[in-house]
């Protein structure tokens, strides 16, 4: 029988939905995941932080780049939200939290992809891709459906 944590709250963060002046998708692949795995950037929130600090940190750790880069165009209504199978919760953030609350933001970069730096210590691949190939590349359970409502609440007949 499997127990479910719902007596826990969520891990609170966001996710950086980024997207360049022609409208590309920039998804990474973490070190961890497998071929076909691919998210957006993102991660939780530290402490007492705002929703725009929490965004801002996770932009410079992730991307090497200052928040002048990148022009917010929305933040959708909808999150990304899910319990972690059990085993990974009592692993993982010292057992304290059920499973991940994120916020999705969207953002437009508007500057020098050359001068993006992704972690290899933390990422083993990143793309751009446009608007109707996210089907392939998002592939966790409701990653894609979850994420393009975000998308097509904040950037209307982007996805077709």
């Known amino acids: 029988m499997e127990i479910k ?35 957006f950037l993102g991660g939780g929130k530290e402490g007492q932080e705002t929703l725009e600090q929490n965004l801002l940190r996770e932009l410079e750790e ?33 057992n304290k939290y059920r499973g991940q609350s994120y916020e999705q933001v969207i953002l437009r970069f508007k500057g020098d992809k050359k001068k993006l730096v992704f972690t ?9 891709v446009k608007p109707n190939q996210l089907i392939m590349y998002l592939v966790f359970p409701n ?6 409502k975000a998308i097509d609440e904040i950037l209307p007949e982007m996805i077709k």
């Open 62 to 94: 992730e991307l090497g780049v200052s928040f002048d880069n990148f022009e917010i165009l929305g933040v959708s209504s909808y999150k990304i939200e899910y319990d972690y199978p059990v085993e990974l919760a009592i692993k993982i953030n010292e």
């Open 120 to 128: 290899p210590t933390e990422f083993r691949a990143n793309k751009w």
């Open 143 to 148: 990653q894609y459906i979850n994420h393009k």
């Open 5 to 39: 944590q719902t007596n826990k709250p969520f891990r609170k963060g966001v996710n950086a939905i980024i997207i360049d002046q022609d409208d590309n998708f920039l998804l990474i692949q973490k070190n961890h995941y497998k071929e076909n795995e691919w998210n």
